[in-house]
């Protein structure tokens, strides 16, 4: 009988001992998961800062270093990430990329010593000719144009149709007649269009809905380097596709470029007056297309 009290007396000791080091076991996973949840939420937090800063950086990769810098720092700021920023590397009309490092502190892990981990993530962004996209304007540029950026062109706007060998010419892209072609040019085309894309070209006189709406235009912004400025106009890069009497009637889509008005056009005038200019903006790329300075952006890393 005593010995069996003793063996009782054993196995209540043996359960204790187990139930503490399962009550550690726990405390420990616990402490585990805790420290790991807060690591995780802190890298994604992190990340999607990054990846929001290049995206938007990127955007002023055909404007100035100091603009993209600005944009970044905006955007670290607005996520609460000022002090994260580790490196920013910048390359003009090409490509920009952020590192961001936080310490984290630990909670588990502190008794073991280890007070913080430092999280790190990379992002980055690159522009690439746009070869898809909505939003473009009834006008087109033949692709064996060289641009020279900043020099002001007049693009004609009162031949019927485009005659064979002009570099310019008025598009139908949402259809033909004066009435929708005006109100393309001012709203843009809103279905994509995309490299291999064939439309139509407009016939018939069209100076006077384009002085209509340019002068609409003209008046929405001020500078061609304003983000969402309607006066910047998504043109079609195009190549000559079907000829019928001296006139192009159909044109292939090659690409595109960005048209910034400069001026009203005058009572009679039958010019559109621009510069051609380089800009990122949405839409998607394409390896094939031509490119005239109309770029998209995406994520590299």
């Known amino acids: 009988m005593e010995k069996l009290k003793n063996l009782l007396k054993n196995e209540n000791g043996n359960v204790l001992v187990l139930v503490s080091l399962a009550f550690t076991g726990l405390i420990a996973l616990t402490?585990?998961?805790i420290d790991g949840g807060q690591l995780y939420m802190t890298k994604s937090?992190?990340?999607?800062?990054?990846n929001a800063a290049v995206l938007s950086g990127a955007q002023?990769?055909?404007n100035t270093e100091a603009k993209v810098t600005?944009?970044?720092?905006?955007i670290l700021t607005r996520h609460n990430e000022t002090g994260a920023k580790e490196r920013l590397d910048i390359s003009m009309n090409h490509r920009v990329g952020i590192e961001l490092k936080k310490p984290v502190p630990l909670f588990f892990s502190s008794i073991f010593g280890v007070e913080s981990v430092d999280v790190r993530v990379t992002a980055g962004a690159r522009l690439g000719a746009m070869g898809r996209g909505t939003g473009a304007a009834p006008l087109g540029i033949d692709e064996s144009i060289s641009?020279?950026?900043?020099?002001?062109?007049e693009l004609k706007v009162d031949q019927s149709g485009i005659e064979a060998g002009t570099n310019f010419g008025i598009l139908a892209l949402a259809g033909t007649g004066a009435r929708t072609y005006k109100d393309t040019l001012l709203n843009g085309y809103q279905q994509?269009?995309?490299?291999g894309d064939i439309v139509e070209t407009q016939t018939?006189?069209?100076?006077?809905p384009t002085r209509e709406a340019v002068d609409v235009l003209v008046n929405t912004c001020s500078s061609p380097l304003a983000r969402d400025c309607p006066r910047a106009l998504l043109v079609v890069v195009y190549k000559p596709h079907k000829h019928e009497q001296n006139q192009l009637k159909q044109v292939e889509v090659r690409g595109f470029a960005y048209f910034y008005l400069t001026e009203r056009m005058r009572h009679n005038d039958s010019t559109v007056k621009g510069m051609f200019i380089k800009r990122a903006d949405s839409g998607f790329?394409?390896?094939i297309a031509a490119d005239r300075g109309a770029y998209s952006i995406r994520l590299t890393e």
């Not at 600005?70 to 905006?74: A, L, N, Y």
């Open 31 to 33: 402490g585990l998961v």
């Open 285 to 287: 790329e394409d390896l």
């Open 60 to 62: 002023e990769l055909t």
């Open 147 to 153: 641009l020279e950026y900043g020099k002001i062109y």
């Open 192 to 195: 994509e269009l995309k490299v």
């Open 204 to 208: 018939g006189n069209v100076a006077g």
């Open 70 to 74: 600005s944009v970044v720092d905006e």
């Open 45 to 50: 937090h992190l990340q999607k800062t990054a």
